[in-house]
T-cell receptor, first 113, second 117 residues
């Protein structure tokens, strides 16, 4: 049973528009959420995180929103750039820790020039 | 070298071979991890080492044998693998426990693409 779900395997967005990637989780013990970005032939790299005491965290073009009641988080990228084309993984952990991360299956984002 | 490095980057082996994957982290972290990524599946945590002690083994078959000689190096010894073990194997490291920065994360290596024939 997948505890972290990314239901969209792929997403295409025009350059300059907003990209919205979604993630749902089922484990109510999760209190720390992360987004990773992965290019081909490279390992995942950390992008942004949010703890359950917040509902929004912003870092430049990237904003993560957390809706605890819906057990849903989303990553907004605006404006989208060609270099944002990658696979994005959502991950979650309990106890605000980074030791045991549970990952989703990823969403492949393609930015169309 | 910086960050987390993994060798080899690609490995093809037969089911009767014995091989090892190597991971090295240059970040001064105290925890290291092995993950498996198969096509269309989430990253699966295999093993966790915290201060060189194994703290997690996620029901991984014994044909995968980890070794952590020190906090900077992690190995995954492979023997009598099956074709379904073909996957991308990722190593990661992080700082955990008291003194770890809040909101810190795991840092990944580039992975070893393993093909078992």
């Amino acid at each position: 049973d997948q505890q972290v779900k990314q239901n969209s395997p792929s997403l295409s967005v025009q350059e300059g528009r907003i990209s919205i990637l979604n993630c749902d989780y089922t484990n109510s013990m999760f209190d720390y959420f992360l987004w990773y970005k992965k290019y081909p032939a490279e390992g995942p790299t950390f992008l942004i995180s949010i703890s359950s005491i917040k509902d929004k965290n912003e870092d430049g073009r990237f904003t993560v929103f957390l809706n605890k009641s819906a057990k849903h988080l989303s990553l907004h990228i605006v404006p989208s750039q060609p270099g944002d084309s990658a696979v994005y993984f959502c991950a979650a952990s309990a106890n605000f820790g980074n030791e045991k991360l549970t990952f989703g299956t990823g969403t492949r984002l393609t930015i169309i020039p | 070298e910086t960050g987390v490095t993994q060798t080899p980057r690609h490995l093809v082996m037969g089911m009767t071979n014995k091989k090892s994957l190597k991971c090295e982290q240059h970040l001064g972290h105290n925890a290291m991890y092995w993950y498996k990524q198969s096509a269309k599946k989430p990253l699966e945590l295999m093993f966790v080492y915290n201060f060189k002690e194994q703290t997690e083994n996620n029901s991984v078959p014994s044909r995968f044998s980890p070794e952590c000689p020190n906090s900077s190096h992690l190995f995954l010894h492979l023997h009598t693998l099956q074709p379904e073990d073909s996957a991308l194997y990722l190593c990661a490291s992080s700082q955990v426990g008291a003194g770890a920065p809040s909101g810190d994360t795991q840092y990944f290596g580039p992975g070893t693409r393993l093909t078992v024939l």
